[in-house]
């Protein structure tokens, strides 16, 4: 019997006491400042390479853009390089114009004066001519058929870094411009040169096609008077539409270089002044 009284208070006593509940530990304070020193590197590293990425993509922009400027300034370079080199190919073309010009005003006057001999009035109306004639230059060692009596004149030709004067006879009339040039070079200019007929092309290159955006359209080396000859068919763009075409043979004798070349003529103009040349 006691020991049924008993039973309800141990039963009650075990619903009292209950079972324990865990309580959650917390994060100790070094940790957290750990975890916070953690958070603001991770921070600062994003921004770097945020920074590094943004001042990279500056730096390729700027590179960009200079690239840019300098394919500009290069193309400007170009351009003002061909039309100073036009403007100097047609300031001589002009000048030699302006000789003839001259020397026709001159002998147009001589030919109305009253006092001009018959003479002098043959030889006025002769100059003045523009038909085609031989023009023996005794003092080049050549001859050639030229449209009219040509007009003589020299200059400083330079080729491959060696500066010697050029003689050139040059006539022109409505079918075109015609000119024969000579230069004699030294003997180590010529040791300098290539051999065999690659001495041809820079020879041509420079007297003939030296101006800017010439094409070669043709070129072939043939036999010229007992020499070994290249003649080359070049167009020059002077820009604006205006297209040059040029015909040119250039050949050595010893240490002479010749150069025949016509502008604005006609192939066939061309050959026939080439055809009519004799070395003396």
């Known amino acids: 019997m006691d020991n049924q009284a008993d039973a309800p208070n141990v039963e009650a006593t075990v619903q009292n006491v209950g079972v324990p509940v865990p309580k959650k530990k917390s994060l100790g304070k070094p940790v957290k400042i750990v975890l ?4 603001f590197i991770a921070s600062a590293v994003g ?7 943004l001042a990279n993509d500056l730096v390729h922009t700027k590179d960009s853009n200079i690239t840019s400027l300098q394919t500009d300034k290069t193309k400007l370079q170009k351009d003002i390089e061909q039309r100073d080199s036009s403007i100097t190919s047609l300031q001589a073309l002009n000048a030699t114009l302006t000789a003839q010009q001259k020397q ?3 002998y ?3 030919l109305k004066s009253s006092n001009a001999t018959l003479a002098e009035k043959e030889a006025a109306a002769t100059a003045n001519d523009t038909s085609w004639r031989v023009f023996l230059a005794a003092d080049s060692g050549f001859s050639i058929q030229f449209p009219g009596i040509p007009y003589k004149n020299t200059f400083d030709f330079t080729m491959n870094g060696e500066t010697s004067p050029m003689t050139y006879y040059s006539r022109s009339n409505l079918d075109g411009y015609y000119e024969v040039e000579l230069t004699t070079f030294s003997d180590a200019f010529m ?3 290539a051999e065999g007929d690659a001495k041809l092309y820079v020879a041509i290159n420079n007297a003939v096609g030296a101006d800017q955006d010439a094409t070669i359209t043709s070129d072939e080396i043939v036999a010229f008077n007992g020499q070994r000859a290249l003649k080359e068919t070049i167009t ?3 820009g604006g539409g205006y297209n040059v075409t040029k015909y040119g043979l250039v050949f050595f004798k010893g240490n002479t270089l010749y150069v025949i070349d016509t502008s604005y003529a006609s192939q066939d103009n061309f050959n026939k002044f080439i ?3 004799s070395l003396k």
């Open 36 to 39: 916070i020193v953690l958070l």
């Open 47 to 53: 921004v770097y390479f945020w920074r590094d990425k």
């Open 104 to 106: 026709k005003d001159d």
């Open 108 to 110: 147009i006057t001589l």
């Open 191 to 193: 040791s300098s040169l």
């Open 236 to 238: 020059i763009d002077y």
């Open 275 to 277: 055809d009519s040349f």
